[in-house]
Every structure is written in C-alpha cells, then in structure tokens.
C-alpha cells in the first residue's frame, strides 16, 4: 500500500508542476499516475481465499526434512493475479516462509510448497498463514484471513544400535561371564517381520522360505519382558536444555528406548522430576521431544522398581556419577535383570584444559569400572561422541557368548 500511495502522491506533484509550468505532457504523465493506483484497486478482486496447510509428518526426527504443502483455493469467480503468502513457523524453525502465487482461476484450488528442516527438538506451532491480495502492480494490498496453526513435533536423533551386546558379569575377584540382553532359550520364541537394525543372525530361515519375507525370531521371554529407562534431566548433572551435554544426553536415552521397544520389550519413561509410566514408542518419543532441565537435585533412581514377571531391564542416562552417586546407581540396579548406564559429559574433554580433561577421564573411568564390578554395562560418551561407535566397540571387545 505504501508503493500506490507514494504513486499517488508522486501523480498529484506531477500534476501540480504541470499546471505551473503549462506542460501538456507533463500533465498526462501526472494523471496517468494518479489514476493507476485507483484502477489497480477497482482491478484487486475482493472474493474470499481458504487455505488448508497438510504437513508431510507431523513426527520427524533432528534433521529430516518436513514438507509443507498449502492448498490456496479462489472461492470467487474472479481470477486472482497475485497472491502473496507468508506462513509463520517458530523462531527455532527458521524465517517465515514467503510464496508466491500467480494466475489463480476463479473457483480452482492450486497447491504450493516449500521444506523445513529441523535443527532442535521440540514442540513447534507452524501458521496462521498471512494471505495478502495484490493488483499486478503491487501498488496496492489486502490481507486476507487465513488457517490456523498446525504442531509439528521434532523428536531426538535416533541411533540405530545394534543387538545389545554382551555383558561381563564381575564380582571383582577377575571372573566374568557372558550373557545377551535379551536372554532366553531358544525353544520359546515367536517370528515377527524384520525391521531395519535388527540382528541378521536373527532371521528364522523356514519363515522366510514359506512368507518371501525377512522374518526375525524374537524371544518369548523378551516380548513379556520390562523395561525402564531413567534419563538424568537436573541441571546441575548435565546442564540446561538446548546445552550440549542434555541436548546428547536426550539422544542417547532416545537411541535406548528405541532399541528395547523395538525388541518387543514393556517400555517404562521416567526422569528426574517424573514418574516411570509406561509408554508406547510414540509417546516416548513425543516425551523427549518437550523434555526440559528441571531444578531436582536427586537423580530419582530410588523410585526404581522392576516390573513384570520376566527379569526387568533398566537403561540409565546420566553424568559421570561421583561416589555416592555410584553407591546410589548400585543399590537401586541390584534388583535388575540387565543394567545399561550411558554416562554423558557435559561438555567435550577436547575442548577443556589439560587438567579439567585428565579429571573427567580419572572420574569417568572410576565410575566405569566401579558399575561394571556391579554388573553394569558402561557406556562413556560425550556432546561430540556418537553412542553407536561406542556401543560397537564394547560389542567387538568382549568375548563371544558361550554355546548353549
């Protein structure tokens, strides 16, 4: 609008100067600027415009790509030359998106699109859609009512892990033995389709033979089986929200779950400042989406109870415990089947001094091996480490289980 009045004015300067100075040229110049803005008005078609907004997902992982499709529809007989659109999405997704449309024929519906790609978890609003109505000039606009807003939720990074590794079970007198995660006997298992990070050596052959598809044996045991998973969110262990050390702290509790969950295991979700509750993959993941630092000073693992009838598993995602916190971590995972715990740094020991790096790795290596006396399986990461090559190398590095 700003564009039509500045003609306008330009129109009756123009107009003026002419009557001074007797130019006949100059004074058709002058009213074809004035009357162009005020045709360009009568020329805006005023007829109503819906917009319906369809998200390709409305659950996607850190970094997938989402795409946004907005179907502009002309409900006047009108056709519309120019529209022009700006959808708002939250600040942590980008800058509103501005589009263009031209040429929309009365009565028709044309769809335009454009892509987000998420860069942090969360729970994010995307709209209203800002609609303005423009002549072919721009000189004039109107703005029009537009959608609502639609919530697209961006889940943590997920790590594809492999089939859990083997465990050494020490009593701290240097004996150790092997067993799976998911132990039980081979005679009491069913088949299900086979979904991507599963372990090859799980596929049941004679299924495969007979369906034409991939088809995993997956334990008895396993499918009735609980499990829970304890993610530390105080601040004071591993820092605020959006810091790197929650921020992989989230990842790895997610990459956990996603594993037990997809191994046919009862999932349980508890923080420090929450409850365990039970959860199925979506809510779990719709969780860690919106989970925040909290104020609590205890780690909440003295709420810790194993459930179900089969061994529970308990997966553990914390800072690199202190002593008490070790003597806490011991005490509550005694009554567990399996125990897994994912000590996180809060900050990466390559960017720290010499002397604040030699600390972690002395602290870190304590509280390793003081759990895997207790019969834990210790993972050491930090914001710059993936949980997978670790997770890996503890798997090559212990020795292989013995033949039933």
């Given at each position: 609008?700003?564009?039509?009045?500045?003609?306008?004015?330009?129109?009756?300067?123009?107009?003026?100067?002419?009557?001074?100075?007797?130019?006949?040229?100059?004074?058709?110049?002058?009213?074809?600027?004035?009357?162009?803005?005020?045709?360009?008005?009568?020329?805006?078609?005023?007829?109503?415009?819906?917009?319906?907004?369809?998200?390709?997902?409305?659950?996607?992982?850190?970094?997938?790509?989402v795409t946004v499709t907005l179907d502009v529809r002309n409900r006047s007989a009108a056709r519309r030359p120019f529209l022009l659109l700006e959808d708002v999405v939250g600040s942590d997704l980008g800058k509103p998106s501005r589009l263009v449309l031209a040429g929309l024929p009365g009565g028709r519906t044309q769809a335009i699109s454009y892509s987000l790609v998420p860069r942090v978890r969360g729970r994010f609003s995307i709209g209203p859609a800002k609609i303005e109505v423009a002549d072919p000039f721009a000189l004039?606009?109107?703005?029009?009512?537009?959608?609502?807003?639609?919530?697209?939720?961006?889940?943590?990074?997920?790590?594809?892990?492999?089939?859990?590794?083997?465990?050494?079970?020490?009593?701290?007198?240097?004996?150790?033995?092997?067993?799976?995660?998911?132990?039980?006997?081979?005679?009491?298992?069913?088949?299900?389709?086979?979904?991507?990070?599963?372990?090859?050596?799980?596929?049941?052959?004679?299924?495969?033979?007979?369906?034409?598809?991939?088809?995993?044996?997956?334990?008895?045991?396993?499918?009735?089986?609980?499990?829970?998973?304890?993610?530390?969110?105080?601040?004071?262990?591993?820092?605020?929200?959006?810091?790197?050390?929650?921020?992989?702290?989230?990842?790895?509790?997610?990459?956990?779950?996603?594993?037990?969950?997809?191994?046919?295991?009862?999932?349980?979700?508890?923080?420090?400042?929450?409850?365990?509750?039970?959860?199925?993959?979506?809510?779990?993941?719709?969780?860690?989406?919106?989970?925040?630092?909290?104020?609590?000073?205890?780690?909440?693992?003295?709420?810790?109870?194993?459930?179900?009838?089969?061994?529970?598993?308990?997966?553990?995602?914390?800072?690199?415990?202190?002593?008490?916190?070790?003597?806490?971590?011991?005490?509550?995972?005694?009554?567990?089947?399996?125990?897994?715990?994912?000590?996180?740094?809060?900050?990466?020991?390559?960017?720290?001094?010499?002397?604040?790096?030699?600390?972690?790795?002395?602290?870190?290596?304590?509280?390793?091996?003081?759990?895997?006396?207790?019969?834990?399986?210790?993972?050491?990461?930090?914001?710059?480490?993936?949980?997978?090559?670790?997770?890996?190398?503890?798997?090559?590095?212990?020795?292989?289980?013995?033949?039933?």
């Amino acid at each position: 609008m700003n564009r039509g009045r500045a003609v306008l004015l330009t129109g009756l300067a123009l107009w003026v100067g002419a009557r001074l100075t007797g130019s006949q040229g100059l004074h058709m110049v002058a009213l074809g600027l004035v009357v162009l803005p005020i045709a360009a008005t009568f020329f805006r078609s005023r007829g109503p415009v819906s917009v319906q907004r369809r998200l390709s997902a409305r659950q996607v992982a850190v970094g997938e790509r989402v795409t946004v499709t907005l179907d502009v529809r002309n409900r006047s007989a009108a056709r519309r030359p120019f529209l022009l659109l700006e959808d708002v999405v939250g600040s942590d997704l980008g800058k509103p998106s501005r589009l263009v449309l031209a040429g929309l024929p009365g009565g028709r519906t044309q769809a335009i699109s454009y892509s987000l790609v998420p860069r942090v978890r969360g729970r994010f609003s995307i709209g209203p859609a800002k609609i303005e109505v423009a002549d072919p000039f721009a000189l004039t606009k109107r703005r029009i009512p537009a959608s609502g807003s639609d919530w697209l939720v961006v889940t943590p990074r997920v790590e594809r892990l492999s089939r859990s590794p083997e465990r050494p079970r020490g009593s701290g007198g240097g004996e150790t033995s092997s067993r799976h995660l998911f132990t039980s006997g081979d005679e009491f298992f069913a088949i299900r389709g086979y979904q991507t990070g599963d372990d090859l050596r799980r596929i049941h052959w004679p299924s495969v033979a007979r369906t034409g598809e991939l088809m995993i044996r997956q334990d008895e045991s396993a499918r009735h089986a609980a499990a829970t998973v304890l993610l530390d969110t105080r601040r004071r262990a591993l820092g605020p929200s959006r810091s790197p050390g929650f921020e992989r702290a989230v990842s790895a509790a997610a990459s956990l779950g996603v594993l037990l969950y997809e191994n046919g295991f009862t999932l349980n979700f508890m923080t420090s400042d929450r409850p365990p509750s039970v959860v199925t993959m979506e809510t779990f993941l719709e969780s860690l989406a919106g989970v925040e630092d909290s104020t609590a000073q205890a780690l909440g693992i003295h709420r810790l109870r194993p459930t179900g009838e089969a061994p529970s598993t308990l997966a553990l995602v914390t800072a690199v415990p202190d002593a008490s916190g070790i003597a806490s971590m011991t005490r509550a995972g005694a009554p567990f089947g399996v125990r897994m715990a994912v000590l996180v740094h809060p900050a990466d020991p390559a960017s720290c001094s010499l002397d604040v790096s030699a600390q972690m790795s002395d602290r870190s290596s304590i509280a390793r091996l003081s759990l895997m006396r207790a019969g834990w399986e210790v993972f050491v990461i930090s914001p710059g480490t993936e949980l997978r090559d670790v997770w890996i190398r503890t798997e090559r590095r212990l020795p292989a289980p013995s033949a039933r």
